[in-house]
């Protein structure tokens, strides 16, 4: 029973707040809504990337003597950008359902949202393991405002340029797909180098997360408007 109420309420911490910005995201499109069954794949797939990413991380962490080093922190970050791109792209951005520019930011997204829903699951689950429920109610909130976000707008990153460049030429779009995951590393891994340096100031970095994602609402409407 102990097992069952930590791991419920661990899905209900982690799943919780991705799905209320799934449905958040998912407005930006509600003009052509895409397939709701697509779109609970990709959640998915986001979700058991996890357990691709878990042990190539683990193996990074001890190729690097168990040191968080730079190097460190932007493999993890290339790692979780990287499997995330080749979730979507298998399971929709390759798919005849993406049929309009936006369609691969609102899967970037979701797949995006599905990751951070399952490591939000497993970061709770610890804690709560460990005897720190308080810890972990306080620990769900803050990934609400700024883990989960951080996943949202390095993920969107390449779904910009992969719409941007919708109506474009094969090389610009290829082009523009390596600058966009390019991008989305460098977004993930200062994010996550400025957690470990500000550890006591994480205000400043979960406003800057905020400026980013105020930044990717304005960037979507452009989105939006490419034409041929």
Do not use: C
């Amino acid at each position: 029973m102990y097992l069952f109420n930590s791991v419920s309420l661990s899905l209900l911490g982690g799943l919780l707040p991705s799905l209320l910005w799934l449905w958040f995201w998912l407005k930006e499109d509600r003009l052509h809504p895409e397939p709701k069954l697509r779109v609970a794949t990709v959640f998915l797939v986001g979700m058991v990337s996890v357990f691709i990413v878990l042990p190539i991380e683990k193996f990074i962490f001890e190729f690097n003597f168990l040191s968080i080093s730079i190097m460190t922190v932007m493999l993890w970050a290339s790692v979780e950008e990287i499997i995330k791109y080749i979730g979507a792209h298998l399971t929709a951005l390759k798919n005849k359902v993406v049929d309009e520019p936006i369609d691969a930011v609102i899967y970037m997204i979701t797949v995006a949202l599905g990751f951070s829903a399952m490591e939000n699951t497993l970061f709770i689950f610890n804690l709560i393991d460990t005897g720190q429920l308080s810890q972990s109610i306080i620990t769900g909130n803050s990934r609400f405002l700024g883990a989960t976000l951080l996943h949202v707008a390095s993920s969107a990153a390449i779904g910009v340029m992969i719409g941007i460049t919708y109506y474009k030429k094969v090389w610009v779009k290829k082009f523009f797909l390596i600058l966009g995951i390019a991008l989305s590393i460098l977004l993930h891994t200062i994010f996550n180098l400025l957690i470990i340096k500000l550890e006591n100031n994480l205000f400043f970095i979960f406003a800057g997360v905020w400026v980013l994602i105020i930044l990717l609402i304005v960037l979507i409407e452009k989105v939006k408007k490419v034409q041929p």
